[in-house]
């Protein structure tokens, strides 16, 4: 850094003065108004306020002459200032003022105040009793005399015929003097005898007076008046001085008749006058020297010569500053010269005042002396004794200008006037001013230091002010800066800290998007600042850089990343987006533009350019498209029938902006035309001005698709599309239908008019089903339409049959079966009057028994309904030949007893239903399962549970089960099977089972069927993994002591029950449990040959495998007494030995009955169908077995194969280990060595191994 010291001269002129510095007064401010007119009872104030230090006191002068205001009493000066108020003026308050400031130091001057009392004076002669009497001939030019009385401020004047006012005009106007002026005299100027007045107004003080009064008497008539030439009346004065900036006016006034026309021209230049709308006069505004030079206006009526007058304008001026003194603090021996430099026409003379005594008055001195030619004044080596106020006149013939400034002469010590900050903070790449403001005289000389050295050079400026400007901070910048000032008279110095910080940058800033209208834009902006001033960090939007106010406009959020989000983006939204970071030290800017895409507004112009019989041509302006490109533009019109409803005509791509449409006939349409572009559509433009009016002609086509339709049994109906509005091109439209029968030779043609264009139908009285040839046609006044209408053929509508089917039975070569039933009846004679229409067929009904409303219907076709038309002279309609007739019912329920009946029927009608037979349907294989799930699972078991089939279609004998591991197939496919294990329940009441020797931690799938004598029945499907092996969850214990048994029941777990189940028992003093065999289908085993009266620990542990058992919570039961228990086994020998003998017969009755169903035997069912056919009934019923193949029954279960399928299946699962099953491969207990499902308690051994599968109700 430079050691150069930066040493400051500041100007030698102090423009400021510190609070407590002496100096001259200064006027400050005063009356802008060298002239002020006052009226009685309004105030007026002559304003006089200056400073100085001391302050200044304030003498008054009125015509030259001291003036005292405390000597009148309407006079008020305000305390400690000059300004003068005149609450209620009199005239004898009129006069020139001016005020002085006085102070040691010197005087100062105001500008001299005219205050002059505002008056109207009446007019002479007042007044006027007889007016005068004028008698001018008719074309002869008149003059009417006002002769203004004085008025202050100057007034108005107008001339009136009693209250109205004389409208000026070519003819007819008034000079500047007030006169008025008739360029020639008319009959009607004698307005009825009324007088011509002339009112003067001063609007000052609101006051008008009237006088020379007029009455006008035209001598003669128009025809009478004789042409003269146009002559002049008045005009301005010929030479014109006028003032620089205002407004000149001239006025030339012809006489003569006809009336002159007057035009005005300027000589030898351009002009830049305004002319009247009579001509009389010119205005040239705001004039000045360009605008001198020589006008002139003529007068011309068509009669030689002509009348001019020429003007020489000349532009002067009141006298203006160009250069005035101004107040002056200056130190000793310097020069001072003040100038009064002033411009005007003609040049104003300058005078000088000191202290408001002229120069000339005062003592000369040789450091004083005008020059410039007396337009300054200079003072040399000044002192402190030469300080006073200077004034200066300026002065032409047009006016004056006056000026007053103070020579204030210091000698003063620096002192601070503005010290530099304390404490200031800007960013890196600003510019800092620290300020350094000092008063002294002579001027203080200035340097500023940093840490001891002097600053000067490359980016350090010092102001002549004594600021020190840095350019381009650095963060190096940052430090204490020293201010010292220093003069003849002493030295002063201040300091103050500069700290510099990183400068704010937008690091993410936002980019110009385009969204269409109603979707969400999002400009993003992310910001980085100095660390210090983080906590300060703000960001805010602009639009259009204006700031935007999310309170006002709910659309706009900002998100937590200062993200500006408009949602949704509207029309409005189109602007240029500026986000703003800033910390209050400095801030940064980045601008994107949005642009909103919208639909397009709607086009304009849109014309009508032709209009023919079947088209018109439209074109059109297109609108603003809303910054997406127009694509389509859509003409639509309306017409005089619907003028509330707009239809599109045509689609026209861009960038046509015409098309010709097509119109129908005899109608009067109205264009508009919509704007479509990738947002939208636009609105509707404006409808075309001019209507298109097609003149009428046939219909546009025939009615369509024609057809009879069957309505009723004494009735031809028919029905058609009807023609829409747009088609009947005519007047007087209406459908022609034209119909004859066919089945007469002969018969005549018959018509039928409906005149309603919107009907589609008709209904022609008939007889049942006759068969017609029929024509609809569309109709006008223009005749009909040309493409020929289509003839059809048909018949009227048909009647219920009246035949019966006799003799329904059924078909002995085909039984019932499960599902279907075959049958025969006797076939009709298939005449017009049986059918009552075309003979359709037969409909077979049928229904269960025991549900009468679930009614089926079954149709046997005899005839193909499209031939009903082959043979219209046949009468005999689809007449069949068949003896009998044979139908079938299918989709029967299984094992129901159904009703069937049969009935004639033609296309509309079924007629009344023969006999009804009613016969049962065999037995079905079942529908799955209900609810078939797991209740409980463990490890290595799985418990099921289900309910029975919905459908069971017969009788339940039990169920088939088969289940396999699937992990692998999972991963390997479903083509490789792990081993599959079946097993089979023949009670159809149990719905319980549990599968045993499962491996933990794996999936497996179950397949149940139910079984009927049909066979198996529809699968239901299940997969469940089972649990890791683990501890099973605690049971519960209950007990039942008997004298020498004990019955141990307990409940199992809902969560990891364990496969099974044994109890420990042993008697409180032993140290050895006992325990049973586990148990793997019941919740109970029973204890026996216990010591009666005893006390046993008892406990049942749950099982897991071999390692994972858990015990229940002990408990500690007795068995009875001695005496007791022989008293209840006494007591109940004989209900035990009657248990035995019932068990014993239950077991034996069911072996029986499984021996005898394995070996094919039947079941006599013993049921009969009723027939309720013709005389010959069918023979009932034989007895039937249940099944449809006895045979499969003595085969082994592994052969029943249902049909293959990609599902599981019995036959998937087939089991090679048979010693699970009986000889018929039936399920008979559990795997594995012991058979018996309940042993007794003296038969129950210990399994050898806990994977014994086992079935419990």
Known sequence: MSEEKSVIFISFMHPYVPPGQTHPPSITRQSDDQLIIFKKGLSRQIVCVASGNPEPTYEWTKNGRPFNPEANTDVDQERGLGTLTFSDPVSEDQGVYQCRAINEYGTALTQKVTLLEAVMDPFPGNPVVTPKQVRPPVGQSLKLPCDSPRSIPASDVVWNIRKDRVPESSRVTMDYEGNLYFA???????????????????????????????????????????????????????????????????????????????????????????????????????????????????????????????????????????????????????????????????????????????????PASSRRSLINGGMALQFKSLQRADTCVVQCNVTNEHGYIFASAYLNVLAEAPIFLTEPPKYIKKVVDQKVNLTCRVFGAPIPQITWEKEGQLLSGARHTVTADGDLIIEDLRLDDSGHYLCKARNTYGNIQASGELVVREKTVIDNPPTDQVVAIGEEAVLSCGATTDAAEEHKLRIYWLKDDQPINLNIDRRLTLSNDWSLVINPASRNDNARYTCVAGNGLDEDKREATLTVEAPPEPPTNVILNSCSTRSASISWTPGPPNNAPIQQYFIEYNNSRNPDQWLEIKTVNVPYTSAVVELFPYMTFNFRVKAANRIGTSQPSSHTSTLCRTPADVPARQPGNPEIQDYDSDSLYLVWDALDETELNGPGFHYLITYRRLDQPNAPEMTKKIDDFTKKEALIESETYVPYEITIEAVNEMGTARKPAEKIIGFSGEGVPNAIPQNFRLDHKYPPTDSTAN?????????????????????????????????????????????????????????????????????????????????????????????????????????????????????????????????????????????????????????????????????????????????????????????????????????????????????????????????????????????????????????????????????????????????????????????????????????????????????AGWFVALLVVIILLIIILVVICFIRRTRGDKYNVDEKERLRGGPEAPPPFEEYNRGKDPSLVDEPMDDLKPPESDSDSLEEYGENDVSKFNEDGSFIGQYGANKDINPPPSQQQEPTSPSALSTFV
């Open 823 to 1131: 049958f025969l009846w006797d076939a009709i004679d298939a005449t017009h009057e049986a059918v009552q229409g075309f003979f359709v067929g037969y409909e077979m009904k049928w229904w269960p028994e025991d549900d009468p409303k679930d009614t089926s219907v079954v149709v046997v076709p005899i005839n193909n309904p499209n031939n009903e038309l082959r043979d219209l002279k046949n009468r005999r309609i689809g007449r069949q030949v068949l003896q009998y007739v044979s139908g079938t019912l299918e989709q029967l329920p299984p094992f129901t007893s159904v009703v069937a009946q049969v009935a004639v029927r033609n296309k509309k009608y079924t007629g009344e239903p023969s006999n009804s037979i009613i016969f049962r349907t065999d037995e079905g294989a079942p529908s799955a399962v209900q609810d078939f799930k797991v209740f409980r699972k463990g490890p290595v078991h799985l418990e099921l549970s289900w309910e029975l089939p919905a459908f069971p279609n017969g009788n339940i004998l039990g169920y088939d089960i088969a289940y396999r591991n699937i992990n692998n197939t999972r991963s390997r496919g479903d083509d490789v099977l792990d081993t599959t294990k079946t097993l089979s329940i023949d009670d159809p009441s149990q719905m319980k089972v549990k599968l045993l020797d499962l491996d933990p931690v794996t999936n497996y799938r179950v397949l149940l069927y139910a079984r009927t004598g049909a066979g198996r029945g529809e699968e239901a499907v299940l997969e469940e993994m089972t649990l890791a092996m683990g501890f099973p969850e605690r049971p519960d214990l209950v007990t039942v002591s008997g004298p020498t048994s004990m019955t141990v029941t307990w409940v199992p777990a809902d969560e990891n029950p364990g496969y099974g189940f044994y109890v420990e028992y042993k008697k409180p003093d032993e140290t050895t449990w006992s325990k049973t065999p586990i148990e793997t289908e019941k919740d109970y085993i029973v204890l026996t040959r216990l010591d009666p009266a005893t006390e046993y620990e008892v406990r049942v542990v749950a099982v897991n495998g071999e390692g994972y058992e858990t015990p229940s919570i002990m408990k500690a039961p007795r068995t009875a007494g001695t005496a007791a228990a022989t008293q209840s086994v006494q007591e």
């Open 184 to 362: 020639n005299i008319i009959p009607d100027d004698a307005q009825n005898g009324k007088s011509y007045i002339c009112a003067v107004t001063n609007n000052f003080i609101r006051t008008t007076v009237q006088g020379g009064d007029s009455q006008i008497e035209p001598q003669g008539t128009i025809a009478q008046a004789r042409r003269n030439s146009p002559v002049l009346l008045y005009s301005s004065p010929t030479t014109i001085i006028k003032m620089r900036g205002e407004t000149l006016r001239m006025k030339c006034i012809f006489g003569g008749y006809p009336t002159p026309t007057i035009t005005w021209r300027r000589m030898g230049g351009s002009p830049r006058y305004q002319q009247s709308q009579h001509g009389h006069e010119i205005v040239i505004e705001d004039i000045q020297e360009a605008d001198e030079g020589t006008y002139l206006c003529e007068g011309n009526n068509g009669v030689n010569p002509s009348a001019y007058r020429e003007f020489q304008v000349t532009v002067e001026g009141k006298p203006y500053w160009i250069e005035k003194p101004t107040d002056t603090n200056i130190e000793e021996q310097e020069t001072k010269i003040f100038r009064c430099e002033a411009g005007g026409k003609p040049i104003p003379n300058v005078m000088w005042f000191i202290n408001g005594e002229k120069l000339e008055d005062i």
